[in-house]
């Protein structure tokens, strides 16, 4: 990381009185050194001069500037007690940008009582305005305008764009395979959950244009003789939610398993399942350069405004701004909020049938963040209800005991902790033929089918998606 160059009078290197020094101060390397220093530095309003940016440097910056509280004095806390404990050399960057992290994580998942309603409001509103926003989470227009710029500044929400499978001739599928040796990989590929254990499941999400649909099949019937199973399903675009049952400002994050385990005892109504419906189009009106380049830039950020539009398409400002219009006012894109509160580490997931996924339901409805959906086998017809979750870290495993032990053992149900994942977004920019005014198509070149210790490698512990559409 690029070091800083920053103003002092009088003090030591980092930023305290000569004769204040805190005895970790020699254990620290010259890097570590720094890094406090820029702490300290950026917390104060002190000027920094940065000779060359890096990605590294850019997160401390967001981690510095989104921490509520003190975060240099938490530092030094922190430090001196592991000096205090002896056997300790040295303390390198590395040591420190570790701790930074991980104080910065339980600093943002501490949410305030205004950001606990707002958080469940945009979940269920995303297209709605501050003001809006205000009236639906009960908080006023300042308290809903605080907790939206911390929220967003911390990366805890995301305000997204989501591609509308019903106006661009698109289906979503879920693909589960169990124990594969062999796992499908490409562009239109946008979700992938792996379930370790014997036996072992990859589940991945395609996009895919409806009118390929038999194709899709095919290959999955191919990787039969790969896998112990492999199956495809339709799957509803869902419902994601957020609820702050299990938070209190003291402990945290943390299940109250023995009120989890009485509100499935509760239990509830059957759910209704509709068909899902395919796409009401089989293919999508013809898209201007521009406008499939503004689609692909609202997919990463809808609140953008048409000047960040101009950076990443080079656009005139006029032209980003009637291209967004148009393609928000035809519903080309969906608005969709995301939420990532890093102390949810854990991810379950769940296939049902709508009788136990309506006992479940009033106790699912109740954990921290979920996703509601429905699929359907597009061989057999068969139905399922999905449900998954982000939990408190380390708590996933106690979640699933209490489960199987509310539930009958005669029912047939599915439920996993997914220890991995990786989440991609489909590019219209390189997807979609204009002059074709189609989806590109050709399965050999389209969809590779890649080693399952690869792709498993790859995936990501830590970054698992929840939200399927």
């Known amino acids: 990381m690029t070091q800083p160059a920053i103003e002092t009078q009088c003090q ?95 600093n943002i998942s501490n949410l305030t009582h205004a950001e606990l309603p707002f958080l469940e409001s945009v979940l269920k509103n995303p297209k709605y305005s501050l003001k809006d926003l205000s009236k639906s989470s009960g908080l006023s227009y300042a308290q809903s305008r605080r907790a939206h710029k911390r929220l967003i500044d911390s990366g805890v929400l995301r305000v997204g764009g989501m591609l509308n499978p019903n106006r661009l001739g698109l289906d979503r599928l879920l693909i589960i395979l169990e124990n594969p040796s062999m796992v499908l990989s490409g562009p239109y590929c946008q979700r992938m959950l792996f379930i370790d254990g014997s036996p072992s499941f990859v589940f991945t999400v395609v996009n895919i244009p409806h009118k390929k649909i038999n194709d899709m099949i095919e290959v999955v019937r191919s990787l039969r003789d790969v896998t112990t199973n492999a199956s495809v399903w339709r799957l509803s675009t869902g419902i994601p939610r957020f609820d702050g049952t299990y938070f209190n400002k003291q402990e945290g994050w943390e299940l109250d398993l023995l009120h989890f385990r009485l509100m499935l005892r509760k239990g509830g109504e059957a759910l209704t399942m509709s068909e899902i419906p395919p796409p009401t189009v089989e293919d999508p009106v013809k898209f201007t350069g521009a406008e499939v380049l503004v689609m692909d830039a609202l997919i990463k950020n809808l609140d953008g405004t048409a000047g960040d539009i101009v950076r990443t398409t080079n656009l005139s400002e006029s032209s980003a701004f009637r291209k967004r219009s148009l393609l928000l006012n035809n519903r080309i894109i969906l608005p969709r909020a995301h939420v990532a509160i ?75 902790r997914v220890a991995a994942g990786s989440g991609i977004t489909t590019k219209v920019s390189s997807m979609f033929d204009r002059r074709a005014k189609t989806w590109k198509w050709d399965t050999s070149r389209y969809f590779d089918v890649v080693s399952y210790g690869v792709m498993r490698k790859e995936a990501s512990e830590s970054e698992i998606p929840l939200d399927l559409a």
């Open 12 to 106: 030591d290197d980092l930023g305290l009185p000569k004769d204040q020094k805190p005895k970790f101060e020699s254990k620290l390397s010259p890097s570590a050194s720094a890094i406090l220093k820029f702490v300290k530095t950026f917390e104060e309003g002190g000027r920094l001069e940065v000779f060359q940016g890096d990605a590294e440097f850019e997160s401390l910056r967001t981690m510095v500037m989104s921490y509520r509280g003190a975060l240099h004095a938490l530092l030094q806390k922190k430090l001196e007690e592991v000096v205090d404990r002896g056997g300790i050399e040295i303390i390198t960057q590395r040591d420190v940008m570790s701790l930074i992290v991980n104080l910065w994580k339980i």
């Open 342 to 416: 890093p102390q949810l580490g854990d991810r379950v997931i769940s296939l049902l049938s709508s009788e136990i996924a309506g006992d479940i339901a009033p106790a699912w409805s109740k954990l921290p963040l979920t996703y509601q959906s429905q699929i359907r086998n597009l061989e057999s017809g068969e139905k399922r209800v999905l449900l998954s979750t982000a939990l408190p870290s380390g708590s996933g495993r106690d979640l699933i005991s209490v489960m199987k032990d509310e539930i009958s053992k005669v029912h047939n149900y599915f439920i996993h």
